[in-house]
């Protein structure tokens, strides 16, 4: 799937293929099986799911020519931007797609007059938390998710200057 740079294709009015995404987002976040606990959010999501979300936020796509090659969901939270289900196809990940995704986002967020970008990443996944932290985020809370007494993620923040 190398070759050519990916594109990114900010809020794509004519994406239909709402299952290709959810394969997507299911091959990028395999690796968290077994790893994470709770699981992943992305193994409960379904076609549908994803379509009504990208109605109700904004969706950024990736190319590599034809192909699907990654995805990021941003959410106006009032004076931050989330970005939620950044995926990327895992034949192209570390190869600064990811980082391309915080930049289309942080501009998003700077052109809508935010202050932050945040994210949350889970507690298991340290390679997040350092590919997040290179990437200017700062940890600012820990929650954990309903029935679990210890902390399950990381919330994690970008000031925009």
């Known amino acids: 799937m190398r070759g050519e740079d990916p594109r990114i294709i900010g809020r794509p009015e004519r994406f239909e293929d709402w299952q290709a995404l959810l394969d997507l987002i299911l091959r990028s976040f395999a690796y968290m099986d077994g790893v994470i606990d709770p699981p992943s959010s992305a193994n409960r999501l379904t076609p549908q799911a ?6 109700q936020e904004t969706l950024l796509l990736a190319y590599q ?3 699907l090659a990654g995805c990021l969901f941003l959410a106006d939270r009032g004076d931050h931007v989330y970005l939620g289900k ?4 895992p034949a192209l990940q570390g190869l600064g ?14 052109s809508a007059g935010k202050k932050a970008l945040e994210l949350e990443t889970r507690i298991e996944l340290h390679g997040n938390h350092a590919v997040f ?3 200017g985020f700062t940890e600012v809370a820990r929650t954990a998710h309903p029935g679990f007494e210890r902390p399950t993620s990381i919330t994690m923040r970008k000031v925009l200057a």
């Open 50 to 55: 994803l379509e009504a979300r990208a109605r």
């Open 86 to 89: 950044l995926a990327i196809e």
């Open 97 to 110: 797609l990811g980082r391309r995704f915080v930049e289309a986002a942080e501009r998003l967020a700077r």
């Open 133 to 135: 932290a290179r990437l």
């Open 65 to 67: 020519g034809e192909q």
